[in-house]
Every structure is written in structure tokens, then in C-alpha cells.
Nanobody, 127 residues
Framework: QVQLVESGGGLVQAGGSLRLSCVAS????????MGWFRQAPGKDREFVGR????????YCTDSVKGRFTISRDNAQNTVYLQMNSLKPEDTAVYYC????????????????????WGQGTQVTVSS
């Protein structure tokens, strides 16, 4: 059982930045591709981006491209979501998720197929 713990959320003004972290308990962290998702109140969970096992390949959804960057440090069992130029519509609970079977960065926006999920961290962007 892999435990994922997100941190780094908070309240920020529009145009500001935050960096989210997701630390995995599993020493085989490098064998998981990692995804980031978010869920705003009253809305479905939304795909944000994903990174391959090695970290050499990433993919972000169009609404955050150019503003958000995903990276990972396999030695630290950590995946990051750097969020710049934040907008009020980025307000949501952000979740990381681990995918054991699919190694690539792009598997589409689906939330299915992930084996483990974190508890989420709240990001609030004020206008």
C-alpha cells in the first residue's frame, strides 16, 4: 500500500504562485507514473497533468499549459506541481495519484487506472 501525502496548498492572490508537493511512502516510487488532479466545489474531478516514471516526459491539460509544471525527484519520492500565474478558476482541492501499470506521461484525462490517491490539498486563488 502506497501512501501519498500532498502539501503546499494555501491562499494566494491571482497572478501568484504555489508549489505543491506529493511525497510517497513507497521506496519503489520511481516505478509509478504520477498524475495531478483537482476538484472544485460542485464539479467533477479534473485532470491537471501527469509525469512519466523517469520524469523525462510530462503532459498538462490545455487550461494550465504554460502556467503549471510537473517535475519529480525519485530520490526523494516526491512529485511536484509548480503553479504560476494562478487564476481564481484554479481554486480547488488538488490530488496526486500513482499509476503502477502505465509508464508514459500521456494516457488521456481519465482518472481511472490510478492505484493510489493522496488526501488532497486546498488551493484557493483570490481575485
Amino acid at each position: 500500500q502506497v501512501q501519498l501525502v500532498e502539501s503546499g496548498g494555501g491562499l494566494v492572490q491571482a497572478g501568484g504562485s504555489l508549489r505543491l508537493s506529493c511525497v510517497a511512502s513507497e521506496r519503489t516510487f520511481s516505478t509509478y507514473a504520477m498524475g495531478w488532479f483537482r476538484q472544485a466545489p460542485g464539479k467533477d474531478r479534473e485532470f491537471v497533468g501527469r509525469i512519466s516514471r523517469s520524469g523525462n516526459s510530462t503532459y498538462c491539460t490545455d487550461s494550465v499549459k504554460g502556467r503549471f509544471t510537473i517535475s519529480r525527484d525519485n530520490a526523494q519520492n516526491t512529485v511536484y506541481l509548480q503553479m504560476n500565474s494562478l487564476k481564481p478558476e484554479d481554486t480547488a482541492v488538488y490530488y496526486c495519484a500513482a499509476d503502477r501499470l502505465r509508464s508514459m506521461a500521456y494516457v488521456g484525462p481519465t482518472s481511472s487506472g490510478y492505484d493510489y490517491w493522496g488526501q488532497g490539498t486546498q488551493v484557493t486563488v483570490s481575485s
